[in-house]
């Protein structure tokens, strides 16, 4: 598989998901530590990649939505931004209900996955 099948997979199998340097613990860039600590403050899990630790990943982010820097953030497979959009739509209130949204309808699915 290569690395835009992985990004793919990636934002496929999480609904709310950052590509970001460093981990939300433990970020390496302040970009992606502001955005990483917006997205905590929302209360929502969500899943990360850290660009860092895969080369191939950190090369091809760019190309997947033409977004060329680092971090971004997704949302059921969309791209909402970078660390500027992200913080201000948590500053503005819109994140939260955002992700809290996009975490209902992965469990809804989760759910309806069981039922079948």
Not at 32 to 40: P, V
Not at 81 to 100: N, S
Request: contains cysteine.
């Amino acid at each position: 598989m290569d690395a835009l099948e992985r990004i793919d997979q990636f934002v496929k199998e999480n609904p709310i998901l950052i590509f970001m340097k460093g981990t939300p613990q433990f970020p390496t860039c302040g970009f992606s530590s502001r955005t990483a600590e917006a997205m905590k403050g929302c209360g929502v899990p969500f899943g990360y990649v850290n660009v860092m630790a895969d080369p191939e990943i950190m090369q091809a982010l760019p190309s997947y939505q033409d977004w060329p820097t680092f971090p971004q953030v997704y949302v059921n497979g969309e791209l909402i931004g970078g660390a500027d959009i992200t913080i201000e739509m948590y500053e503005r209130g819109e994140l939260k209900p955002l992700f809290e949204k996009a975490a209902a309808e992965a469990e809804g699915d989760k759910e309806a996955d069981k039922a079948e």
